[in-house]
Nanobody, 121 residues
Framework: QVQLVESGGGLVQPGGSLRLSCAASGFPFSLYTMNWYRQAPGKERELVATFISPGSSTNYADSVKGRFSISRDNAKNTVYLQMNSLKPEDTAVYYC??????????????WGQGTQVTVSS
């Protein structure tokens, strides 16, 4: 059974930091590219950060470059999103996504249930 379980969301003041975690199980984690998406009320889901598998390349949305950092620990089957200098516009539900396996032209998508991040004073 595939599971992606996010944690670490919450309420934080502007300028603060949060670290999201996504614990994966039920599939070969190291073979999958891991993504963080977010969806704010009334807006479409947007891709925030990507950690590409294989290798260690990362990509970020322009809106979070220099503030957010994605990392993964394949030994723990976990991907992280370190969010610094948070802004009210970062408020959204954040979703973990796994896409792969990388060697298969037809990729499978797995999703977590999401974790709420609210940036407000």
């Amino acid at each position: 059974q595939v599971q992606l379980v996010e944690s670490g969301g919450g309420l934080v003041q502007p300028g603060g930091s949060l670290r999201l975690s996504c614990a994966a199980s039920g599939f070969p984690f190291s073979l999958y590219t891991m993504n963080w998406y977010r969806q704010a009320p009334g807006k479409e889901r947007e891709l925030v950060a990507t950690f590409i598998s294989p290798g260690s390349s990362t990509n970020y949305a322009d809106s979070v470059k220099g503030r957010f950092s994605i990392s993964r620990d394949n030994a723990k089957n976990t991907v992280y999103l370190q969010m610094n200098s948070l802004k009210p516009e970062d408020t959204a539900v954040y979703y973990c996504n796994a896409r792969g396996p990388y060697y298969n032209p037809v990729r499978i998508d797995y999703w977590g249930q999401g974790t709420q991040v609210t940036v407000s004073s």
